[in-house]
């Protein structure tokens, strides 16, 4: 499975971009989506996760609230709306997959997911 993300960019505090990942995978619908991100200097981190249904989200607490995730399984392609942002944002934003056909769980360690894309860089201006 490959994944390409996109959407990235320069945005100021307060400001809004909104993130795709689109696979490659012929049976998309069968992967657990996520996304993750990495600020320079520190560990990657949890953002949001997504069940291959698009059911079941979770959140890390700095984006509950202020993101959203969601999938459209007919494009192959998973998004992260992203509101409010503000300068601790800014990092590069990778999605990642990983099989599953969970109702009411999905995976949020990085440990646990399988292909990982790139990723977008994310800056956020004060």
């Known amino acids: 499975v490959q994944l390409q993300a996109s959407g990235g960019g320069l945005v100021q505090a307060g400001g809004s971009l909104r993130l795709s990942c689109v696979a490659s995978a012929r049976t998309f619908s069968n992967y657990d989506m996520g996304w993750f991100r990495q600020a320079p200097d520190k560990e990657r981190e949890f953002v949001a996760a997504i069940n291959w249904f698009g059911s079941f989200k979770r959140y890390s607490d700095s984006a509950e609230g202020w993101f959203t995730i969601s999938r459209d399984n007919a494009k192959n392609t998973v998004y992260l709306q992203m509101n409010s942002l503000k300068p601790e944002d800014t990092a590069v934003y990778h999605c990642?997959?990983?099989?599953?056909?969970?109702?009411?769980?999905?995976?949020?360690?990085?440990?646990?997911?399988?292909?990982w894309g790139r990723g977008t860089l994310v800056t956020v201006s004060s």
């Open positions: 990642a997959a990983v099989a599953g056909l969970h109702s009411a769980y999905v995976p949020t360690a990085g440990s646990e997911y399988t292909y």
